[in-house]
């Protein structure tokens, strides 16, 4: 038995890095999966591994900003395998400049894909699940959600409202008995976080300052996604998931 039998799972962003992974692994737990990206070529070769795998996947170009999308990717979802139980809300970008060197673009752009996605993600896929009085909604949160950097003002403030939020409607949907919980992800090795750690001196410092001695891989963090994601976590909603190698200790 498959953690996830009989379960319809969107993920966004769901082209590379953490996002690919948690598609294909969510996959081989028995879930159908819609994955959904703007990278569509990159999409699409993850979807065809996992039916290639004997899994059952599509994919949909999906712009995380656009009501439009939005209500194109839940009604395929039902069209196509009759329900949604699970959203991953996972899609993100990030830009790595200080509150006075972030222009109103970077500001505006990261907002609008980290936050408002979640939200647009939640306002179209909720009314689905209060149809079967269950769900469970994962948002992608980040430590720089909870804690302070020094950089990424954009990224950090768009991570934050989405930690806000996901308490907002855990707390607002909980009878209807649909979870939502935030998973804050620390230092993890995805393409996103490349030019982060593009220098070996840059990698070392993460290293040094991640209590755990090895920085995380994709794979880290979509376990946990797993665990929220399926029924071993019935009683669980409303929580922050810190997967950070023990950053947050310190």
């Known amino acids: 038995m ?42 699409e070769k993850v979807v065809t591994k996992i039916n290639d795998d004997g899994g059952h996947a599509i994919s949909l170009r ?4 656009s009501e439009e999308d939005w209500q194109t990717v839940v009604q395929s979802a039902v069209e196509t395998f009759g329900q949604v139980d699970v959203l991953i809300n996972n899609a993100g970008i990030y830009f790595s400049n200080k509150v006075e060197e972030t222009s109103l673009d970077e500001w505006n752009k990261t ?18 699940m209060l149809r079967s009085s269950s769900g469970s909604i994962v948002n992608i949160s980040s430590i720089d959600g909870i804690i302070g950097s020094g950089h990424s003002a954009a990224y950090a403030a768009s991570k934050g409202a989405v930690r806000a939020l996901t308490k907002n409607a855990a707390f607002s949907h909980a009878k209807n008995k649909i979870r939502i919980n935030s998973v804050h992800p620390g230092v993890i090795m995805t393409p996103m976080n490349e030019h982060q750690l593009a220098s070996e001196e840059t990698k070392t410092f993460a290293q040094k300052n991640t209590p755990l001695p090895y920085l995380g891989k994709p794979e880290d963090v979509a376990y946990g996604v797993l665990y929220l994601a399926s029924d071993e976590s019935k009683f669980v909603t409303g929580i922050e998931l810190v997967i950070d190698g023990g950053l947050l200790t310190l």
Do not use: C
């Not at 081989?28 to 959904?36: F, H, Q, S």
């Not at 999906?62 to 900003?65: D, S």
């Not at 894909?113 to 306002?123: I, P, Q, R």
């Open 111 to 128: 907002m609008s894909v980290n936050a408002t996605g979640v939200y647009l993600g939640m306002k179209y896929i909720i009314p689905e």
């Open 2 to 43: 498959g953690r996830l039998d009989g379960k319809v799972v969107i993920i966004t962003g769901a082209a590379g890095g953490q996002g690919a992974f948690e598609a294909e692994l969510f996959a081989r737990e028995g879930a159908k999966v819609v994955a959904t990206d703007m990278q569509t070529d990159l999409l």
């Open 62 to 65: 999906h712009n995380v900003t």
